[in-house]
């Protein structure tokens, strides 16, 4: 039976499905690195190990040399400078390169990288030491309660690290382990395949309806669960492997492996670290930790599928989780952040540091905590998905409808005069599942945007600053800013030399309290003055091309155009995907087909509902993101030209932020209506519900997030720019791509609606 469940997850689209992740997961590890195989950068590479080599088998013959190279160079720049002096010549005082020779590498930043190296290994006690001191301050302060959890966590960093004071690091250069613990790319993709993979692991019988027939004959109850549930593990085991060791491979062959053997604390992420680990040890570690963290996440997906029987709710739930978990990762809400999905799976958050919890008073390890945590959810969820019957008690499977009435109908649909347009949408809202699905995704919209839009602490003085320039850009608002930056400077320095003065009694203490006042005062509005001379700069240098340039406060108006709004991707791919499915499940479609509106007339109007329900959400989901725009934003300054926001000038337009906003909703509907039209026709063709919507949640959402990681592999095929076109007249080739593919299912789905057979 085990067997037989393996091969039915080897189905085409599995396979299909595995193997592109896997290539987008070998692909985005190998594209950063690809430059680690340029000749340039194995030249400086071996260079670096060269030196390295050399401080640790003669150490001082290297600092002789070093040293010696300190010495010679400060002699050239001494002589480079009276040079300059005398107005003589001075390419006489270049300091030759003898141990790399590059255009923008030589010894001066080899020197610098070794010396960065070297000193990270010999300064690692010192830095272990004043962790230790720290806790042995903040016990002082506290005093010692035994059983108080803020001098049990102070106990516990300082036995962990007191344990790596007699660790030696030798200086040592380290490839590829960096970027391998690093890659954030192949848990998102892991999460993605898991979804897909697992959550039709019950589909099939259900399709078929035999589930009732298996769960009452021999092998078919808890024996067919076991089944399942074994082959799951397995499957969940070797992906995760794949996934998180193809990367591995791929820097072995780019950027290298330094030596396993060496401590892990030689991996700068790792450098603090309380565990006395070598790479290959801490390697075993991480792996079994993301195995342990995939399968009960598989478990939780395969009880989803027992629990919910359709696609669009299990795939719905799952998405919906995983998407929360990510906002509320990016944000870093520290009260969350422990225990996020993203956090746990990327592990590196686990080992950085010494970690502890305060539970019910007492003291406790975070990495212990978490295992115990894991072990007991994965307990609970395979315990419960072996034992879960859905066929155990079953009271009346088909109790007695009224007449005129539809089990789980709101809507009661007559046969006169109605249209076939008002059929297919009739049948869209007389299911209540349906209406409250799409209730609650309207509800996460807008608590979401609640959220989103809630303005990020800016300081009371750079809104004071703003608020007194804002408006146009002027020569006199520039004057202001300088003048302000030069006062703020002259108060800082002048403390200084009030502050010696006090010292050596020169000045009284009335007036080192004004200076001490001022200066604070200046400290204080340094950061936020700092930024409004990087934003007085920038429209200085526009202010000639484009009109209407105007200092703003454009925080709303940025968060608003980097949105991209998946709850209405969600609520498009929903809809959409209960349009055409519901014939071919109903097995109605042979008789639709040859009846005399079941072809043309019928496939026009499931069209037009789908454009009809894209418009009704975009225009509802859009309203709840302006209402909370126009809420916390001032946004009288719609009229003044779009260079004004530094983040959008590559959009490089003379117009109005509020014409540039039109423009971005009239791009970003044609997004969503290509987006619909194409989810429709691939649910056509494919003629269910849950591979249409994984692959295109997955189509949409990977390049997203590959792009906030800075990954621009998706660069002409991410439809995200289309729904979201931040850079409106940036992304035309990346427009006209979607829609001509949007364009090509769309007839292709025709084709087959039309064909009888």
């Known amino acids: 039976m085990i067997q037989f469940e393996i091969k039915k997850f080897l189905s085409k689209f599995n396979i299909i499905f595995v193997s592109v992740m896997l290539f987008l997961n070998i692909a985005v590890a190998f594209i950063p690195n690809a430059d680690a195989l340029s000749e340039e950068a194995i030249a400086i590479k071996e260079a670096k190990k060269t030196l390295i080599e050399e401080y640790n088998s003669d150490k001082d013959q290297y600092l ?84 108080l959890y803020a ?34 790319t192949s848990s998102i993709l892991l999460f993605a395949t898991f979804i897909a993979f697992f959550s039709g692991i019950y589909s099939i019988e259900r399709k078929v309806k035999i589930t ?30 794949i996934f998180t060791l193809s990367p591995l491979l791929v820097l072995k062959f780019t950027t290298g492996l330094s030596a396993i053997d060496t401590p892990i604390q030689t991996i700068d992420i790792y450098r603090f670290c309380p565990y006395s680990l070598t790479i290959s040890e801490f390697l075993i570690a991480y792996i079994f930790c993301k195995i342990l963290f995939f399968l009960t996440f598989a ?24 998407i929360l978990n990510y906002i509320l990762f990016t944000r870093e809400i520290n009260s969350t952040t422990k225990y996020n999905l993203f956090s746990l799976s990327f592990v590196t958050p686990l080992f950085e540091r010494y970690k502890a919890e305060n539970i019910l008073g007492c003291h406790l390890s975070y990495i212990c905590l978490l295992a115990f945590i894991l072990l007991i959810v994965s307990t609970l969820v395979i315990t419960f998905s072996l034992l879960f019957n859905p066929f155990s008690k079953r009271k009346n499977r088909h109790p007695k409808i009224k007449q005129n009435q539809c089990p789980h109908s709101i809507l009661i649909i007559t046969p006169k005069s109605f249209s076939v347009f008002s059929f297919e949408f009739s049948k869209i809202l007389a299911d209540k599942k349906n209406l409250i699905v799409l209730v609650v995704l309207l509800i996460s919209k807008i608590v979401f945007s609640f959220v989103y839009f809630t303005p990020t602490q800016n300081s009371e003085q750079y809104i004071y600053y703003i608020n007194k320039i804002y408006g146009e850009f002027t020569a006199e608002k520039e004057q202001y800013i300088i003048d302000e930056s030069k006062y703020v400077a002259d108060a800082i320095n002048n403390f200084n030399l009030i ?57 709303g108006i940025i968060k608003y155009v980097s949105l991209l709004d998946i709850f209405l991707v969600l609520s498009l791919i929903f809809i959409n995907g209960h349009i055409f499915p519901f014939e071919y499940d109903s097995g109605f479609i042979s008789i639709l087909k040859v009846s005399r509106k079941g072809r043309h007339e019928t496939q026009r109007a499931k069209y037009t509902l789908a454009i009809v329900m894209t418009s009704l959400f975009f225009v509802i989901f859009s309203l709840i ?113 979607s829609i001509i593919l949007a364009i090509c299912i769309y007839h292709l789905s025709c084709k087959k609606w039309r064909d009888i057979t």
């Open 212 to 241: 009732p027939i298996l769960h009452i004959t021999k092998n078919g109850g808890y024996r067919l669960r076991i089944s399942k549930s074994v082959s799951v593990f397995i499957f969940a085991i070797v992906l995760t492997l």
């Open 299 to 322: 478990f939780i997906i395969v009880l989803l599928d027992q629990l919910f029987h359709q696609d669009s709710i299990k795939v719905g739930i799952s998405t919906l989780i995983l």
């Open 64 to 147: 002789t040399d070093y040293t010696q190279y300190l010495s010679q160079k400060e002699s050239n720049e001494y002589a480079l400078r009276q040079s300059i002096a005398s107005n003589s010549d001075i390419t006489t005082h270049t300091l030759p390169n003898q141990r790399i020779d590059l255009i923008n590498y030589g010894d001066m930043e080899l020197y610098a990288d070794v010396e960065s190296i070297v000193n990270n290994a010999n300064n690692y006690n010192d830095d272990i030491k004043k962790i230790i001191y720290k806790a042995y301050s903040i016990i002082k302060d506290i005093g010692s309660h035994d059983g």
């Open 151 to 184: 001098y049990e966590y102070q106990v516990g960093i300082i036995s962990h690290y007191e344990k790596l004071l007699n660790l030696q690091l030798t200086p040592s250069l380290v490839s590829g382990w960096n970027e391998f613990f690093e890659n954030q």
């Open 625 to 737: 993101d302006l209402f909370f725009l126009f809420h916390y934003y001032d946004l009288s300054c719609l009229k003044a030209g779009v260079m004004s926001i530094p983040f959008l000038s590559s959009v490089e337009l003379d117009i109005s932020i509020s014409h540039y906003l039109i423009t971005y909703k009239i791009i970003s509907y044609v997004g969503y209506i290509t987006l619909s039209i194409l989810s429709l026709a691939i649910t056509d063709i494919v003629k269910e519900f849950l591979k249409p919507a994984i692959s295109i949640i997955l189509a949409i959402i990977i390049p997203y997030c590959m792009s906030l990681f800075g990954i621009n592999v998706f660069r002409f095929i991410n439809i995200t720019l289309l729904l979201s076109p931040t850079f409106v007249n940036k992304h035309f080739f990346t427009y006209f791509l």
């Open 499 to 555: 502050q010696t003065q006090y010292r050596h009694g020169e000045v009284d203490l009335s007036e080192y309290r004004e200076a001490l006042y001022i200066n604070n005062y200046a400290i204080s509005v340094s950061e936020p003055l700092d930024r409004i001379k990087e934003r007085s700069t920038y429209l200085s240098s526009i202010t000639n091309d484009y009109n209407n340039i105007w200092f703003i406060l454009d925080e």
